[in-house]
């Protein structure tokens, strides 16, 4: 069973290299009802440390990361063009083979898709995340899908996608 993912003042207030993760970002995969498919897979390199989210909880602060997820279909396979993808949305650490050694809960998907068309200062922080991936490990997002999101392919071009992960 993999370990939980947690929020670390220490990482938060590192000065590292932000990277927004955007629906583009994400793979144009078949979701798979009670499966957790990987959308986003980044291999942490030699000369780096990866974790998930950027700055702290302090929602005035300059560093904070409010986050949303609007990932709609393509229309190919079980959905309509534009459908709403539904599940929950994961955070993992996994070794070369994708076994999760870490993982966190980010959220469910159809919440996370009405805060799009919220203020930023009204959506849920990403904040920094323990422990960091080191070299070797990936950082993935994966999406347990709902069953009316089964055999949905994920749209990314269409999918208004706001996550974080940070490096040094």
Do not use: C
Not at 76 to 89: E, F, K, M, R, Y
Not at 138 to 149: N, T
Request: charged fraction near 30%; aromatic fraction near 8%; hydrophobic fraction near 30%.
């Amino acid at each position: 069973m993999p370990d939980t993912l947690a929020y670390n003042e220490d990482l938060a207030e590192l000065d590292g290299d932000v990277r927004p993760i955007r629906g583009s970002d994400l793979d144009q995969d078949t979701l798979k009802s009670g499966s957790e498919v990987t959308v986003y897979r980044e291999k942490v390199p030699q000369d780096k440390d990866l974790w998930f989210g950027a700055g702290g909880k302090d929602r005035a602060s300059a560093d904070s990361s409010p986050m949303h997820a609007d990932i709609v279909a393509t229309g190919n396979g079980s959905g309509t063009a534009g459908d709403t993808i539904g599940g929950t949305l994961y955070a993992a650490i996994t070794d070369s083979d994708g076994r999760a050694m870490f993982t966190r809960k980010l959220g469910d998907l159809e919440l996370l898709s009405e805060y799009a068309s919220e203020s930023p200062t009204e959506r849920p922080l990403m904040y920094s995340l323990a422990p960091y991936a080191t070299a070797g490990r990936y950082i993935e997002f994966r999406i347990d899908a709902d069953s009316a999101s089964d055999g949905k392919e994920i749209d990314p071009g269409n999918s208004d996608v706001m996550l974080y992960r940070s490096s040094l």
